[in-house]
């Protein structure tokens, strides 16, 4: 699928990071400094693949902004690494990271990374998700319209 970046930046309350190509996040932990005892993401895998639109979603803390920054490179982790393989053809379709507060933004990503307290929970698109009956069939079901 094709998300016109348009439709995108229109879309109220969500955030997103663009890049051209590849994304990994390699088993990244993080705290932030002032905090120093408090882990915010820990052991995070994912790898997003070029062209591919991700959104992330989970509760309010549950670490989406910081995994965002942490590939903004605005923090280091404190364990791991974030790489990012540039596409050589300029004309390829944007990766996508979408952090999404909107229903309808979540279920067209080709993939959805559920966080929890700094952890994947759950990855997959909206339909096997919602049969997994876990926290984001929660989120769904708690909030309509919205999550968090
Ligand atoms: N600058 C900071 N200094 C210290 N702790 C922070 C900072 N920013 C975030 N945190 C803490 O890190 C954890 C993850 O926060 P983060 O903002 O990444 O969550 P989020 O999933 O983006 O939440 P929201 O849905 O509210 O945007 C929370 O416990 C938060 O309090
Ligand atoms: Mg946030």
Known sequence: MDLLPSDQVLSKGVKLQRVMGHIQFVN???????RAKTP???????SVQAHEVVAIVGLSGSGKSTLVNLLLRLYEPITGQTVIKFCSDMK????????ARRLSTIKAADRI?????GRITEMGNHTE?????GLYAKLVGAQTDTLA
Not at 40 to 46: K, P, Q, R, S, T
Not at 113 to 117: A, G, I, L, S, T
Not at 129 to 133: A, G, V
């Open 113 to 117: 990374v559920v966080m929890d307290v």
């Open 28 to 34: 990244v932990s993080f705290r932030y400094p002032s």
């Open 129 to 133: 998700l919602l049969e997994k009956d």
């Open 92 to 99: 390829a379709k944007r990766t996508v990271i979408v952090i």
């Open 40 to 46: 915010v993401l820990d052991g995070i895998n994912v």
